[in-house]
């Protein structure tokens, strides 16, 4: 059995930008097992995994250890390879989560997608010590989202420079950590660590922008936004806050496209 694989770029208009995700388009569900060997060979931060349904597609996030609840990047880059390969004349794309819902996904004329995706509900929480000494820097503010911690720092350079224990990190009862400030150049910058997942540091992270979007938005004042996250391969992300969902907005590219012997 062959089955088609493609490798995306996402949030970047560059090969080797952005965050790389593969797509698989299956006929219908193969086992579990397969579908985390498969993820696990492609050693990628997400490997995505949809079937068609009657009016929309059913779409599953693996990362090389674990199905994840909601992955931002790899739904991006499903819409980029149905948008672009399967010659679909619809401009919105609905995707159904079995963990995460409804997603949609629009076709916007500059060659950008924007996802419409539920928001993260965040709660300020004490500082946590052992997230600070896995860090190694104490924030001015922490939250705690469905998965995530969330860690505010005061500048740009304070999050450029951070360098966590990722053997600490991956002691921590969550999913992820985001580390955030102000920019100089956009809005707000970040960073994710999620050693738990099997992603040190994750190069571009949609999901995360869930949690973001909302903070930076009551911050600033603004529901429009400019983001950069702050990987060595970098991802520039436009963010709307519509209240109880975000949308996010970003370009990809096709790095590769294949095919998975199966046997």
Request: aromatic residues 10%; negative net charge.
């Amino acid at each position: 059995m062959k089955q088609k694989i493609y490798q995306i770029d996402a949030f970047t208009d560059t090969v080797f930008g952005g965050n790389p995700a593969a797509v698989c388009l299956l006929q219908e569900w193969l086992p579990d097992d397969v579908i985390q060997n498969i993820a696990a060979e492609n050693n990628l931060a997400e490997t995505a995994f949809a079937v068609s349904k009657a009016d929309y597609y059913e779409l599953r996030w693996f990362t090389p250890e674990l199905e994840v609840d909601l992955c931002g990047h790899a739904t991006l880059a499903t819409a980029f390879v149905l948008f672009n390969y399967y010659g679909l004349k619809e401009n919105t794309l609905r995707f159904i989560s079995p963990r995460s819902g409804e997603l949609l996904v629009d076709r916007n004329l500059d060659g950008s997608m924007t996802l419409d995706f539920p928001k993260d509900e965040l709660f300020a929480v004490e500082n946590q010590e052992d997230i600070n000494r896995a860090i190694g820097k104490v924030p001015l503010q922490t939250f705690k989202g469905k998965t995530d911690f969330l860690l505010v720092f005061e500048s740009q350079e304070v999050i450029e420079n951070i360098s966590p224990d990722f053997h600490l990190l991956n002691q921590l009862d969550c999913r992820g950590v985001i580390v955030t400030s102000v920019g100089k150049e956009v809005d707000f910058v970040s960073r994710f660590f999620a050693p738990q997942c099997g992603i040190p540091e994750d190069p571009v992270t949609g999901s995360a922008h869930t949690s973001l979007t909302p903070y930076w938005s009551s911050t600033l004042d603004k529901t429009k936004m400019s983001a950069k996250q702050l990987s060595q391969r970098g991802g520039a992300l436009g963010c709307e806050y519509l209240g109880d969902r975000v949308k996010i907005t970003g370009k990809a590219v096709c790095y590769m496209v294949g095919e998975i012997f199966l046997r």
